[in-house]
Nanobody, 112 residues
Framework: QVQLVESGGGLVQPGGSLRLVCVAS????????MGWFRQAPGKEREFVAT????????DYADSVKGRFTISRDNAKNTVYLQMNNLKPEDTAVYYC?????WGQGTQVTVSS
């Protein structure tokens, strides 16, 4: 049974940083792209970042470019999202995605 478990969310002040972690289990995902999405209250789920199987192909939403960094460790079936210079508009539930699988989400709240 495939399972994705996110962690690392929390409450942070504007300008602060958080590191999200998603650990996948139940299969090997080294040949798949891994990504992060987010959903703010009352809004559609939106793309944040994705990383190819080798780590060489990376894409970001324009809204997070220069502030967020996605990375992965295939040996650990893990994908990371380093979030710096956080803004109130980054407040959302963040979801890990691999192929057709989704995690349960982790809440990120940016507020003073």
């Amino acid at each position: 049974q495939v399972q994705l478990v996110e962690s690392g969310g929390g409450l942070v002040q504007p300008g602060g940083s958080l590191r999200l972690v998603c650990v996948a289990s139940g299969s090997t995902f080294s040949s798949y792209s891994m990504g992060w999405f987010r959903q703010a209250p009352g809004k559609e789920r939106e793309f944040v970042a994705t990383i190819g199987w080798s780590g060489r192909r990376i894409d970001y939403a324009d809204s997070v470019k220069g502030r967020f960094t996605i990375s992965r460790d295939n040996a650990k079936n893990t994908v990371y999202l380093q979030m710096n210079n956080l803004k109130p508009e980054d407040t959302a539930v963040y979801y890990c995605n691999i192929y057709s699988y989704w995690g349960q989400g982790t809440q990120v709240t940016v507020s003073s």
